[in-house]
Structures are given as C-alpha cells and as structure tokens.
C-alpha cells in the first residue's frame, strides 16, 4: 500500500516538528494525524489502527524509525529546517520555570529546547497544567499567544508572550484523569497506557479534539454559581471536575467561548467566590437570594481595561455598595489588607461600621490565592482618591 506508505511518513515528520521531539507514539500519531492520512490517501481503510502498525513495520525495516519501546518510536529521517512549521494548540506545564518570577498571565520561559515547538503555537491557545509529579497535573487555565520574543536576561531562551485579555482561568480545574482515562487522549501509548515521558513536557502541542474536551469541562455555566440547595446557605462548590456532564463530543471549536464576555466572567465570578467562600472580603456578609445566589460579586482589582487578567490573584469579593466604591475609588487595600478608606466618602461613620472593625480585608488561606501586590499597587496608584 505505497500510498499509505507515503502518507505515514509524511505524517510521521509532521508530528516530530509539531512536538519538537523524534520520538513519537503510535497513540498520539493516530490522534493527531489520522484524518490528515486519510485525507491524503482518501481511504481509511478496512481497519486504521492496523494498518498504522503495518505501515510503521514497514518504516522500521526501511530503517526510517527506530523501535524505542512497545508503541513508542524514534524517527530517524531528515528533517529539513525550510518545513513548512504548522500551526497547533497546546499546552504549557506550570511552573514555567522553578525561581522565575514571569506571570504566567503576561508570559512563559522558554529553554531553547522547546522554542521549535512553542513556535507553532503562536497565535493558538494554549492550556495551562499545575506541575503533578506522580500522575498528571490539573489543567487550570487557558490564554492565547501572541508572539516569542528572545528572553533578555537568559542567552539562549525565549519568552512566550501572552496577548492581553485572553489569560483565563477554568471556573472548574479539571482533574488529570476524567472516567479514568487523561483527558489528554493524546498521551496516551499503542498500549492505553499514559506516555509519562511525553506528560513530563514542558511544552507540548495538544489535539482540537482534546484541547475542546479539557476547555468544555473547564468552562463554569450558570448553574454552577453557587446553585440552590436545601442544605441551607453554606453550599459547598466543588473545586474540581468529579461529577457526571455530558463531555465534549461534537467538532465545535471552544476557542470561540474563550473570548465571549459572559463566559469569561463566569469563570472569573466562580473562581474568585470559591476562594472567598462567596463572603464579602471587607465587611464580611455573606447574602444568598430567594434563588440560590449569592449576592457577592467579584472585583477586579487593575481593571480588564487596564490589561488586569481573568485570574484569582487579581480579584476579590465584594458585596455590591463596597465593590461600587472599590471600581471608584473609595476604598482600597494595601498589600497586606489594611483596608484604605477615601477622604472623598461623604459618609465616611457609615462605612466604617460596615466594614471589618479591625480595618481589615479577609483573604484566603492559600498565598497564590491572595490578590497580588502588583494589582493592588495598580489599584492604589491609578484608581484610589486617597
């Protein structure tokens, strides 16, 4: 089957440039480039997956592939550097690097290593995954590539630039493992089993397929805002994805909700009340409506308008008068909570009694979850009439 020969091997140098690295599963080969070989060849075949390993037989004894481990291999041709580099999604491993103090909303390092690939994802989404050293880690964000520009500080490496206003984080982290299987279908080896040495890279490119499964589980609906429950007021909300929904099945492409308003305020709303307990940080209510709802809102603190993310660290909890106050000025925090108060409050007795007596904010237990000392600083300089 020349045909099938030849539309392999062309897939087989696809999939090295797209993931910077010779080495390759028959799994992750299948699902990143099935379609493009049937496309090329206008068949599938009787049966795929079978012919894929005929075909990659054939390779090996051509001396094409090397055999690495059962269903791992190793690509052995040339690969001209004028290829034509293909764009993908992907997925980037947090954090970037340990002791480097670059924002993961704003950009991400990049060893030389991965520079090949990280190329191919400009202009693309990528996935952000919290470092897991026995399994997987849980995906927690998503945001979208500007450019690569050479890193100053560090001869050799290159810094992913994110575009402004597209860093999100999931309203729901989702879980490595969904109905026991990686939601990343993609690491996946010719024996099911997870390809742990392609789950430890930094930089990887993901599939549509599973990029749109792991954003589709990420994304928060209406109902997930602290629904209505009988068991009173203090509802739990569920931090990570465990539940039953109905997965991503059909080929719509998620990229599109990423960037649809109502969605992103959804996730940023749930991320933040989760962390806060959906209580007021400055006063310390906590209101739920006839329907469910709490009444708390989520701030920004440096405003989407001025480049401030969609994520935990520039937020906060507020009930609906301090928030008005708070987006005009009125009131602000230091870095470490003090809670500021404007000589331009005309009522100034009235809120004092409604805030804190002590003067200061609550924030949450976890230090990453805290607002951060450069959206605060934002907010003291560029919004608060002190």
């Known amino acids: 089957m020349p045909i099938w020969t030849d539309a392999v091997t062309n897939a087989i140098r696809r999939h090295v440039v797209k993931t910077g690295s010779s080495t390759f599963t028959r799994q992750a080969l299948i699902a990143g480039e099935i379609g493009a070989i049937e496309a090329e060849t206008r068949t599938r075949g009787s049966t795929p997956t079978q012919t894929m390993g005929r075909e990659l037989q054939q390779l090996r004894d051509a001396g094409l592939i090397q055999f690495v481990r059962p269903g791992t291999y190793r690509w052995l041709g040339d690969m001209p550097e004028q290829e034509p580099v293909t764009a993908s999604k992907g997925l980037f491993l947090l954090p970037a690097i340990p002791g480097v103090d670059e924002a993961p909303e704003h950009g991400y390092l990049l060893p030389a290593r991965w520079l090949r690939t990280a190329t191919r994802m400009i202009g693309q989404w990528v996935i952000y995954q919290a470092p897991e050293p026995e399994d997987g880690g849980d ?18 490496w290159s810094v992913a630039r ?22 990343e279908r993609g690491l996946l080896g010719a024996d099911g089993r997870l390809d742990r040495d392609l789950a430890a890279r930094l930089v990887r490119a993901v599939s549509d397929t599973d990029f749109n499964r792991i ?24 931090q990570k994805v465990f539940d039953e929904r109905d997965v991503y099945t059909l080929p719509v492409d998620r990229t599109t909700m990423l960037v649809n308003k109502t969605v992103r305020d959804r996730q940023f709303r749930k991320r933040v009340l989760d962390v806060y307990g959906a209580r007021c940080a400055l006063t310390g209510m906590k209101l739920i409506n006839g329907g469910g709802r709490a009444e708390t809102e989520a701030a920004h603190i440096m405003s989407v308008e001025a480049g401030g993310p969609d994520r935990v660290n520039n937020g906060i909890a507020l009930s609906g008068t301090i928030h008005w106050m708070f987006d005009r000025g009125l009131i602000s925090l230091s870095d470490a909570g003090d809670i500021l108060l404007s000589r331009e409050i005309n009522d100034r007795d009235s809120v004092e009694r409604l805030i804190h007596p002590d003067r200061k904010a609550r924030f949450p237990a976890r230090a990453e979850d805290r ?12 919004c608060f009439h002190g």
């Open 139 to 156: 995906y927690v964000a998503v945001a979208r590539i500007e450019r690569i520009d050479p890193d100053p500080a560090r001869k050799g």
């Open 162 to 183: 994110i575009e402004s206003g597209t860093f999100l984080e999931f309203g729901r982290v989702v879980s490595f493992r969904h109905d026991g299987l990686p939601v």
């Open 215 to 238: 954003v589709e589980l990420g994304l928060t609906t209406e109902e997930d805002l602290l629904p209505r429950t009988d068991a009173g007021i203090d509802m739990p909300t569920p």
């Open 371 to 382: 607002p951060h000392p450069r959206y605060l600083h934002w907010h003291r300089t560029e």
